[in-house]
């Protein structure tokens, strides 16, 4: 198996916006370091390596793929946001 050099998971980012806020989805990434030296992101979309090719499909493929329950959805308008 390649060393993970960084594993983040997948998240919202939230921009304020005129009339309120836009959420983004921003999925599970690994970070690894590749036999050619590069460090590519993998996301369940781009599974190679830009430097060489390498495709990393089988060793994370399936850590990468998302899950039903996810992206979990941000509030609706009109919901009470927690105040903490």
């Not at 590749?34 to 060489?52: F, Q, V």
């Not at 899950?67 to 979990?72: K, L, N, Q, T, Y």
Request: proline share 7%.
């Amino acid at each position: 198996m390649e060393p993970l050099v960084n594993r983040i998971e997948g998240y919202y980012e939230v921009k304020e916006v005129g009339f309120g806020k836009v959420y983004r989805w921003r999925s599970e990434r690994r970070i690894i370091e590749c036999e050619c030296g590069e460090r590519p992101t993998l996301t369940s979309s781009m599974t190679a390596c830009d430097g060489c090719g390498r495709d990393y499909t089988s060793v994370f493929g399936a850590e990468l793929l998302i899950r039903p329950d996810e992206p979990p959805a941000p509030r609706r308008l009109g919901q009470e946001q927690d105040t903490e």
